[in-house]
């Protein structure tokens, strides 16, 4: 067996490549493209929460109004019911009609029970999309049916698309696939490559600190070192 075989060899050893082609200027746009669209992912889905969060608070104050009516008819048919009693004593009515508002009653009560739960369910879904523990929800108390929402801005459809999460998101990951393919294509192109080798060359360990006979350069094949 030779004996360079044993030759200890310590050395730094960089390679870069030149950049003719702009396949590493590509393949660097490409990850930013990525990377913005990771963001505008990040934005659509923030805007899907928000949407449901306003979608779920307007839903409550809608049962809220509908929890107002549903009481203010229950008012009604118990005044009803009372004056058909009296109109049953008084031999005006009968204990079918008695039975009849008792029922109209009984309906619109479960109905009331039914907004209640509704209520809750919807307060219960906010907490949830929030991420905290199950509370009341504070609402204004203003009325439902007159309440204005703020004008929007109709402006062109084009804009108005371009302005969505989502859709900047499809057209950042398409700018970064078309990147794909030319650094794709670039990699069949001959490239230009340069490399620097520094180090200490030895057959002894004993010979490596010596300098500059241990000394190994970029173009100098690693072999037996001559020390003396």
């Known amino acids: 067996m030779p004996d360079y075989l044993g030759d200890l060899i310590v050395g730094v050893n960089a390679n870069w490549e030149v950049d003719i082609w702009n396949k590493l200027h590509n393949a660097k ?5 990525r990377y913005l669209s ?3 992912g990040k934005n ?4 899907n929460l928000i949407a449901e969060v306003a979608n779920s608070y307007y839903e409550l104050l809608s049962l809220d109004y509908q929890l107002d009516i549903v009481k203010q008819n229950i008012a009604l048919q ?7 009693k009296v109109q049953k004593q ?7 009609a008695v039975q009849k508002f008792e029922a109209e009653v009984k309906s619109t009560e479960s109905r009331e029970f039914e907004i209640l ?6 307060e219960n879904r906010i907490n949830f999309l929030l991420a905290r523990y199950p509370q009341p929800i504070a609402r204004l108390q203003a009325d439902f049916m007159n309440s204005t929402l703020a004008p929007i801005s109709t402006g062109v459809p084009s804009q108005l698309l371009a302005n969505r999460p989502d859709i900047r998101q499809a057209e950042l990951e398409l700018a970064a696939s078309k990147l794909d393919v030319k650094v794709a294509r670039a990699q069949f192109y001959p490239s230009f490559d340069i490399s620097a080798v520094v180090g ?3 057959f002894n360990p004993s010979y490596l600190v010596k300098l500059p006979e241990s000394l190994i350069a970029s173009g100098r094949r ?3 070192a001559v020390n003396k």
């Open 200 to 202: 200490l060359n030895a």
């Open 29 to 33: 746009d490409a990850e930013v493209d």
């Open 44 to 47: 659509f889905v923030l805007s």
């Open 90 to 96: 008084a031999a005006r009515a009968t204990e079918l």
């Open 222 to 224: 690693p072999g037996r």
């Open 78 to 84: 118990k005044n009803a019911l009372e004056v058909v």
């Open 38 to 40: 990771t963001i505008e």
């Open 117 to 122: 739960q509704g209520i809750k369910e919807t």
